[in-house]
């Protein structure tokens, strides 16, 4: 199945966490699902991120077209209306990145 | 030597609940802007929830109960049932957003040890969460009458008020005759539900395979007040909408999860129970 494209998906990357779960001995269902988790959570905060910003009267808007195939008219819908978006972004999903990194280093 | 299987299921936990506290944040401060999409979405049946972050969320996650979390909710009183639900509950009795339902049918799925989700087979009723109205008794095969229902005095005093409806169920009998009734037939009426089939996404343009789909379908029904919770089967089509209720219960689902009709109604929880193998009983549920 292909995989479904958001918004963010040009400005971040969260491969460094597959790597990661590459390096612990666990079942390829197991990493599957860990890194799916994982994904779900970082989209659930770039969400999150978006809402905090966004005008009451926009959100709505947004919340419509979040999953549609139109992600560069999101993204610069949301370029307008919140200043450094992109930088939020970035910078919340590496701040996630680097807490799921670090769960998976602890364990080892 | 660590055991692998550990690594996952300590991952596995620890994320989880990072998802939940965002999903339950997001509901908490947004939910109102995500729930005012609804209707949109209804009109255009299948699609609903389509434009929902939440169905971002793979349901795989959710279907695979851990055995720490089956340990740490297996002692739990219908009081803390109770009180967990209403935490994830909101405070008004509206239809639930995704997240919502996904959180509260982890949570009941993990309680009961049952499969259990708002949607199953790409189908889904209008809600999870509605006000339930008492319905009266269906016949069960032609020539049945109120008193053949009951097993004993006590059963009858308690159940026959509300009578036998005029009419079939949407089924029609629940046995062709009454030498062909079975002890299966008679727990699904006696344990049945109504629910709105007609106002699920996309009924109109798939009467003839959501009408199969529905017949006596089992769900979990949870009184949210009192943690209360019974298995019961779709054995009729109803109630209509004008009258501000969601779905009906048998007077002996009613009687159980002590809920009544009029002024004093209430809302339960009602989620569809994937059991392909017809392996889980009918009736009420401990813990």
Redesign the interface.
Known sequence: MKK?KHFYHNLISIEDIKIELNS????KE?RK??H???E??I???L??VV?EHLPEGD??TF??????VHHKTTLNFLKKRIENIEDKIKQTAESLKK??LE??RK?K | M?D?NS??H???K???S??RK??K??NK??GH??I??LP?QQLIGGLML?????????P??YA?VSEDQKQEQRHISPKEVSVKLKEMLPNSVRPLISGEERLIAEFLSNLYHIPISAELEGIKLNRSYGYIGKEQHLRRYPGDNLYEHFDNQNEASLHSPEGVAPGLGAWGYFAPSKEEFTEKDKQREKYYIAVQTFLSPGWEENIGRYGQFFKYKKMLLVNPDNGKAIVVVIGDAGPAQWTGKSLGGSPEVMHFLERVDGSQKGPVLYFFINDPSDTIPLGPLEI
């Not at chain 1, 612990?24 to 079942?27: F, Q, V």
């Not at chain 2, 389509?50 to 793979?58: D, K, N, V």
């Open positions: 479904q612990i001995n666990l079942s197991e699902e860990l799916l988790i994982a779900s959570t989209h659930c905060h969400i999150n809402l959100k709505k919340l419509h077209h979040v999953n549609t807490e799921f769960d998976i364990i | 660590p692998n690594h996952y300590r991952l596995k620890k994320w989880l990072k998802q965002i999903e944040h997001i401060k947004h802007h995500i005012s999409l949109k389509a434009a929902i972050p939440f169905t971002q969320l793979a795989s996650i695979n």
